[in-house]
């Protein structure tokens, strides 16, 4: 099949080699024929499983729109180059597979700095039965920025293994480290009966992150380091996820709770790769009638242990399992408290 693919894209480089050879006069000709083999193709049923091939023929007919729309030849031509370009080399910036000369069909990938999403996905693996606020969509836009297929991907907190489920999905590999035995126990049972696991590992081990021996783990796995962590802790105690004394949830004041995070976001530093990164969700809670910048704080925890902040992302939630049914209730509180509800987290990214 390969070889297929590779004849099909040298074929398509041949003809599109053809036209800027040609004179002005037959140019807009020439041009036609193009669209019309590329109509043809796309149609032919014997380029099933050529995804790379229809691909390059869906950004060259797109490309085609720009060349029949300019006013010169000059620019006519400047288009089909950078087309012949787009299919023939890949230019990636060496920390994820986009190829930056086909960057217009990345229209997936979010590069603002504020995310709304309407509702959590459901799609793909998700059922999101688990308590915490982490959307699919989240691991999902980090992995395409900040990964490559086959890179290994940690997720310290990991719940009802959203992050694996994306992973897998993007063909990355992932390990979940979850504290909640009752919460492992189900999400491993609903992974491997749903999502294939074949190809690329994924794995949720029952424990604590602060206290697990991650030389052991990646022993064992045959890496000498991770590509990425994709951190979503509990935001203090807004949450309880376990009655287990170790549970972040569980720790007695935020300042233990920073500590612990400090400490965590240590480990993560000497276990990710140079220039590797990691992924904070994390959102801001109230402490005693204040807004208590928890976000902010465990963001300087990171900025301790060595990491450099690449930017930070903020992202909607209109609903939450926690505060389902108790809109209302919860305006009424502000009204009287004299705060603002929220309706928001931040994704800090950081480098090592």
């Not at 390969?2 to 000709?29: M, P, V």
């Not at 709304?116 to 969509?137: C, D, M, T, V």
């Not at 809670?285 to 242990?305: D, H, I, N, Q, V």
């Amino acid at each position: 099949m390969e070889k297929k693919i590779i004849r099909k894209n040298s074929n398509l480089i041949d003809l599109i080699n053809s036209i800027l050879d040609s004179d002005d006069e037959h140019f807009n000709q020439k041009i036609a024929f193009l669209k019309n083999y590329i109509q043809s193709d796309l149609q032919n049923e014997s380029n099933n499983g050529y995804s790379e091939y229809n691909n390059h023929l869906e950004h060259l007919r797109n490309i085609i729109d720009k060349i029949e729309s300019s006013k010169t030849y000059e620019r006519k031509r400047y288009y089909l180059r950078s087309a012949r370009k787009s299919i023939s080399e890949v230019k990636t910036n060496g920390v994820n597979d986009i190829n930056l000369n086909r960057w217009q069909d990345y229209n997936e990938i979010i590069t603002d700095s504020l995310w709304i999403f309407p509702k959590r996905e459901r799609g793909g693996g998700h059922l999101g039965w688990y308590w915490g606020n982490f959307i699919p969509q989240i691991p999902r836009q980090i992995m395409l920025r900040y990964s490559r297929q086959g890179d290994w991907v940690l997720d310290p907190f990991a719940g009802s293994g959203t992050t694996l489920i994306e992973a897998m999905r993007l063909k990355r590999n992932a390990v979940g480290i979850e504290i909640n035995n009752e919460v492992v126990k189900r999400s491993i049972d609903y992974i491997a009966k749903n999502i294939n696991t074949l190809e690329f590992h994924s794995e949720i081990i029952n424990g604590n992150s602060l206290n697990m021996d991650y030389k052991s783990i990646m022993e064992r796995l045959g890496i000498k380091e991770f590509d990425l962590a994709i951190v979503h802790p509990p935001y203090h105690d807004i949450i309880k996820f376990s009655d287990n004394e170790e549970d972040l949830s569980n720790v007695p004041t935020t300042g233990e709770f920073l500590f612990k995070m400090e400490r965590l976001s240590s480990i993560l530093f000497s276990i990710l790769k140079k220039n590797g990164y990691a992924a904070l969700v994390i959102g801001d809670k109230y402490e005693r009638g204040e807004l208590f910048p928890l976000g902010f704080k465990t963001m300087e925890a990171f900025l301790k242990s060595g990491f450099r902040l690449k930017s930070i992302v903020v992202k909607n939630f209109d609903f939450t399992r926690s505060k389902k049914g108790q809109d209302n209730l919860w305006r009424y509180r502000a009204l009287v408290g004299g705060y603002y509800v929220f309706k928001h987290e931040y994704i800090m990214v950081f480098e090592k």
